[in-house]
């Protein structure tokens, strides 16, 4: 491959490789360790409530109970979701315009849903915690450049599969010249993966507006009602939606499926109708949509499962971005690529630092940003488990806090020294308060992330001790080189 590229090539692609990792390197870390928890996103869900009774399916007509007691009390909405429970969110939730409560098993509405510390991380990943129009966009392009920064970074370096086990240890930028390349190498498809299908959300509107210049004449409309299948002709129903009606026909209509969410469109209009949102096992699609009048008598299906070829892609890039798909293994491969992902983008930043040969600001402010992100997660979610909020504007300003102590200390090693110890302690800190909160539990999702923030603090714990005496054995034979040149 050496071979194949001009020398003229590869210095561009550096150049360029350099330039973008720079533009979007901070932003690319916090949406990638964000991204990173949110696989998870369930678990943390469970986590957060974990008293809540589940694996309890509804009877149909208790379900119906539940769905008109929480409509007379939610009043004039758009829709309402009710949330069946399925696979790794086994609950049943119903909910509206931001309000929504679990059910009971006897189809009483029981605690308000509260998953403040889950959204906060949510929202970090999809809109960067900016306003959700122009958030999707930034993050999406954020995605395309990570696919520059892909193909540019293998030009850049030719000999990086020939390489792909090498690491040396014997010098800081070494290293993570090293970590970087063997990260970049082993995880390129999945980082390819995830920078297209990230690119794709919130570029979708744009390439919505292509598809229906080029194909549809300049409609939308008309291209949206293809898709999505439009509103259905629908007479004048029942005032109250007979969700129990429709779901009880779902073994004869797709035996095969499973219904995991309901949503009643335009509740108590004369031209309400519901959705039957269902997984189609074997397909990566979201959810296959099936359509009934209010009254619970079938209209049709979308053909989200057996449509066009685009139509199935698009309906399959959520499952294939947040690997919900596949069940616990592909998570923690998600996981470990995300973790991957997260770290390249830390260490590609470092080597830029290294390279200039000289300390500033930056360095301090980037230590503080990466050390301090996790610790003010972490400061949050305790937070939530007493107050019950997760503000966005208190978790940016421990962030700030935690840049501006690094620039005050101005040392990076010290810095990253006392961020993580902090960190291991607030993550045991953590576990601690959700068991005075919640006492013993048997929720085994909430059980494993305390389980899991255990292990990290000690994994955390034991990184700080050893990078902190590599670096002070460093900086000892720094002084012992000067001393013999002096004399």
């Given amino acids: 491959m050496k071979q194949l590229l001009s020398a003229s090539l590869v210095k561009k692609s550096l150049a360029s490789h350099s330039w973008l990792g720079l533009c979007v390197g901070a932003l690319m870390y916090l949406v990638c360790l964000s991204g990173t928890l949110a696989v998870f996103h369930h678990e943390w869900e469970r986590w957060e409530q974990p008293n809540i009774e589940e694996g309890v399916t509804l009877a149909p ?87 520059g920064l892909i193909i540019s970074g293998f030009l850049a370096h030719p000999s990086l599969f020939r390489d792909a086990f090498s690491l040396r240890g014997n010098g800081a930028r070494m290293e993570q010249v090293d970590i970087h390349n063997r990260l970049s190498v082993w995880g390129t498809p999945f980082h390819l993966m995830i920078a297209i299908t990230g690119a794709f959300f919130g570029l979708a509107q744009f390439m919505g507006l292509l598809v229906a210049t080029a194909f549809y004449e300049g409609n939308t409309e008309a291209m949206l009602e293809e898709l999505y299948g439009g509103h259905p002709h629908v007479e004048q129903s029942a005032s109250v939606a007979q969700v129990s009606k429709a779901l009880t026909q779902m073994p004869d209509i797709a035996p095969e499926a499973t219904p995991f969410y309901i949503t009643v469109e335009h509740p108590g209009e004369e031209d ?46 959520y499952r294939i971005h947040f690997g919900h798909f596949g069940g616990l293994p592909t998570k923690i491969l998600f996981l470990m690529g995300g973790l991957a992902l997260t770290i390249v983008s830390v260490t590609g930043i470092n080597i830029w630092l290294h390279k200039r040969k000289h300390r500033d600001a930056i360095n301090n402010l980037w230590a503080g940003l990466v050390w301090g992100t996790p610790l003010a997660l972490v400061a949050m979610a305790i937070i939530d488990l007493y107050v019950g909020v997760a503000s966005v504007g208190l978790y940016w300003l421990l962030t700030v806090a935690v840049m501006a102590m690094a620039q005050w200390l101005n040392d990076e090693a010290r810095t990253r020294f006392g961020l993580q110890c902090l960190t291991s302690a607030a993550l045991v800190v953590l576990v601690l308060c959700h068991s005075l909160q919640f006492g013993w539990l048997t929720n085994v999702a909430a059980n494993s992330m305390n389980l899991s923030f255990v292990v990290t603090a000690l994994i955390l714990l034991w990184w700080a001790r050893f990078s902190w005496r590599r670096e002070q054995g460093a900086r000892q034979s720094s002084v012992a080189v000067a001393q013999a040149g002096r004399a």
């Fill in 61 to 147: 007509e208790v379900l119906q109970q539940a769905y008109a007691d929480a409509a007379q009390q939610i009043g004039e909405t758009h829709d309402i979701v009710i949330g069946l429970p399925v696979g790794d969110s086994p609950r049943t939730t119903i909910s509206a315009d931001g309000e929504g409560w679990f059910v009971n098993a006897d189809g009483s509405l029981g605690e308000s849903i509260n998953h403040g510390w889950a959204e906060l991380v949510a929202d970090l990943h999809i809109y960067l915690h900016l306003p959700h129009n122009w958030g999707m966009i930034v993050v999406s392009i954020l995605g395309a450049l990570l696919c």
């Fill in 272 to 317: 309400q109708f519901m959705l039957i949102g269902a997984e189609v096992p074997g397909r990566l699609i979201y959810a296959e949509q099936y359509r009934f009048t209010a009254d619970g008598e079938p209209i049709d299906h979308v053909g989200f499962s057996d449509g066009a070829a685009g139509k199935q892609f698009i309906f399959s890039v």
